[in-house]
């Protein structure tokens, strides 16, 4: 036994001094795969190390190398070569491409976890650092989101684990933790704030296999994502159509993605990052391409993908925060909204600032040692965001919850592609000529600028005039004079940056009506001129920014390209604007401006009919206007003028009509609550009449009081 014993030792010793086993690290001494004794050599090296192209040094039942890294160590003993292998057993062919398959996706999934995560590496050296090999990433492609739609997953699940894209902190053994903690720089911990180590990003999400009761799981390992598979045939837009309408049409406007990155990341010119959350980010901006250029509103191609996207994200991804992850939900909230599902798109758009505030995108840390390219991304998404949100805020009347204070950002650079690319270790010079980020740069500082407006009109009691003119003179108008001479108004762009340039000045002016309407109300209700000048001047104001954008987009939509985006922007500043000649018109028809307004308007239906191929919506407001004051329109001159050719196909005849003449040309005889509760449900059609004014204009009562605020002698007289 003794001579025995005494063997086994000199065959060790003459193996070399890599196969003495090493001493267990702190925190794993109770392993049972560093405590098993060496038995053996085997004749051949493991697995793990021939495919690493390690040196194995056979040791049974482990090898050292798959001991060090925590390998699952596997010998094979073959009784036939290879060839003879595959020729005698053919039906193994499939399987064995199957688990290469497997292999390499396992590999491309652990290349997406961070470096501070992945804790096999930290317990030895860089030798035993996994690395992607190019083409490792499964291909995919959009083709697959239409086709999955009718044959979905027998499980229902909406997504799988995120365990692909980060490994779980707890796996960390509590006394490496504890010693990486005794190792921190006390000078570092005395400074209030330093620069972050990382991108803020973070993984709270438990790993799924780390409580797997199967055997055959390992901690480390990731689950496998389903390869998408190649071919484009069953979609009527290719892929790379969709990517090319969404950088031409819409990310001139709001550039959310960095394009030369996402075509390299796409293009698998450079790795995917975030595993899902890029995918989803990639399935929702091909959705948006789509959703652009489609020709006419019926086309429902973008719904599919966008169904995908929202297949992937799910609750798990609320304990998962990534820069591809936020971009996805800030365009889903877009998306969602010009969709028609504005509450939907509300939700989204809370969610990606939170999101966006917990990756840090609201600051920039001095000393912080971080590429320009990269630094410059942050700062386009959170402008981007900035302006969805308070956009949104606007639009339905809810209240600002944007965080003015506390945000320490810069604007974003207006700055060409090719001028900050990723080597770039210096910033350039700004350029002075249009680039995709020099509307999302102009609309935020519009904005912070005139977010103190905003706040007045929905607070209560409502702001006189003289408050108004006030900070439209200290606020709106140091803004238009700091807008850059190649981006003012009336400065010819080229073709691409049209549109942004246009809806820029159809928002000022939107934001003007806003300020200024309610006084435009107040003044029909009662029938007679305010007496005191600030009135009158808010009035006149409010008139002029109506007529301006209403020729503005007609001007627009008869020199420039029709596409959804544009139809969308332009039906809703349109219809806003529109209503203020209705309103004029109908309390006072036989005014001396009447037929400036009645110009309006009609301009304003024609160009509302011509945009209903491509916004369903425009039927309803088409309607809406129609039936507020078509009773005190020219008929004749109506008749008269031409009726765009694409109008009569996709709008009913019912809607296009015109009723007779308001016999008379006399008022309508209504009382102040019951014109206003009709005004309330044109304004803000999507809204019940009975909910108008509480989400509008904060409550009903105070609207009321300042509709009646003034002269009592005037409401008299309006009542007589």
């Known amino acids: 036994m003794q001579s025995s014993a005494s063997s086994q030792q000199v065959s060790r010793d003459c193996a070399g001094p890599a196969n003495n086993p090493p001493a267990p690290a702190d925190g794993f001494d109770d392993d049972p795969i560093l405590s098993m004794n060496f038995i053996g050599s085997s004749d051949q090296a493991c697995k793990e190390c021939r495919r690493r192209k390690a040196r194995c040094n056979r040791a049974l039942p482990t090898c050292d190398l798959c001991v060090k890294y925590r390998r699952h160590c596997l010998y094979e003993k073959h009784s036939r070569t290879p060839l003879t292998r595959k020729s005698a057993f053919p039906d193994l062919n499939p399987v064995l491409a199957r688990l290469e398959r497997a292999e390499a996706l396992l590999r491309q999934m652990r290349s997406l976890i961070p470096p501070q995560s992945r804790t096999w590496e930290k317990q030895g050296t860089a030798a035993g650092a996994y690395h992607v090999r190019d083409g490792d990433h499964p291909s995919f492609n959009f083709s697959d989101a239409v086709e999955a739609k009718s044959d979905p997953e027998p499980d229902g699940s909406p997504v799988k684990d995120v365990a692909e894209h980060t490994a779980t902190a707890s796996s960390v053994s509590p006394r490496q933790g504890r010693m990486e903690h005794r190792h921190v720089d006390p000078d570092h911990q005395r400074m209030l704030e330093r620069p972050p180590l990382e991108d803020f990003e973070w993984n709270e999400n438990d790993s799924a296999r780390a ?184 639009t339905f009347g809810r209240p600002d919850v944007w965080p003015h204070k506390g945000v320490e950002v810069a604007f974003p650079l207006n700055v060409n592609d090719k001028d900050l690319t990723a080597a770039s270790q210096a910033y350039p010079r700004e350029s002075r000529q249009m680039t995709p980020y020099t509307a999302v740069a102009t609309q935020a500082r519009f904005h912070i600028a005139t977010h103190e407006c905003y706040q007045k009109v929905i607070s209560k009691p409502f702001p006189t005039a003289e408050e108004l003119l006030r900070l439209d003179s200290s606020q709106i108008e140091p803004w238009k004079a700091s807008i850059p001479p190649y981006f003012a108004e009336g400065t010819p762009v080229p073709g691409r940056y049209a549109l942004p340039q246009a809806i820029m000045a159809w928002r000022l002016r939107n934001l003007r009506i806003i300020m200024y309407r309610p006084f435009v109300i107040r ?41 959804r985006l544009a139809a969308w922007y332009g039906l809703y500043f349109l219809f806003q604007a529109a209503l203020i ?91 102040p609550e019951t014109q206003i509760n009709d005004v309330f449900s044109m304004m803000w ?36």
Not at 537 to 554: F, G, K, N, P, V
Request: net charge negative.
């Open 523 to 563: 003044r029909a209700l009662r029938r007679r001129a305010d007496t005191d000048k600030a009135s009158a001047i808010a009035y006149e104001r409010c008139l002029a920014d109506a007529e301006s954008t209403i020729d503005m987009i007609e001007d627009f939509w008869n020199r420039h390209e029709h596409n």
């Open 211 to 394: 409580y797997s009761l199967s055997p055959d799981t390992g901690g480390d390992g990731a689950v496998e994502d389903t390869p998408l598979s190649d071919g484009m045939a069953s979609l009527s837009v290719n892929e790379q159509a969709m990517l090319d309408a969404f950088f031409r049409h819409y990310h001139v406007s709001y550039p959310v993605v960095h394009e030369p990155t996402f075509r390299a990341q796409y293009s698998e010119v450079i790795p995917r990052p975030n595993g899902q959350c890029w995918t989803a980010l990639a399935y929702i901006v091909a959705a948006i391409g789509v959703w652009t250029s489609a020709p006419t509103s019926a086309d429902t191609l973008d719904m599919a993908l966008f169904a995908q996207a929202r297949s992937i994200l799910g609750f798990n991804f609320l304990e998962v925060g990534n820069l591809s992850l936020v971009q996805a939900l800030i365009l889903a909230s877009n998306y969602q909204q010009k969709r028609d599902k504005p509450n939907s798109g509300y939700n989204y758009l809370g969610l990606s600032g939170r999101m966006a505030m917990g990756l840090g995108l609201h600051k920039e840390f001095q000393g912080w040692n971080i590429p320009p390219l990269n630094m410059e991304i942050r700062r386009r998404v959170w402008w981007c965001l900035c302006s969805f949100d308070i956009g949104a805020s606007i």
């Open 581 to 671: 000649p209705c309103i004029c018109l109908r309390d006072d028809p036989s005014a001396a401006e009447a037929s400036g307004w009645r110009r309006q308007i009609s301009i304003a239906l024609n160009v509302i009919a011509a945009m209903s191929s491509l916004n369903a919506s425009s039927a309803r407001c088409h309607q809406i206007i129609s039936d507020l004051c078509s009773r005190h329109l020219d008929t004749t001159a109506s008749a008269n003028m031409e009726t765009p050719s694409c109008a009569t196909p996709h709008m009913s005849q019912q809607v296009l009509e015109t009723r007779p003449p308001w016999p008379g040309g006399q008022p309508v005889g209504e009382g």
């Open 685 to 720: 059609p999507n809204i019940p009449p009975l909910e108008a004014a509480d989400v509008v204009m904060a409550d009903e009562v105070g609207w009321m009081e300042f509709l009646r605020s003034g002269s009592v002698d005037n409401w008299d007289d309006a009542s007589g």
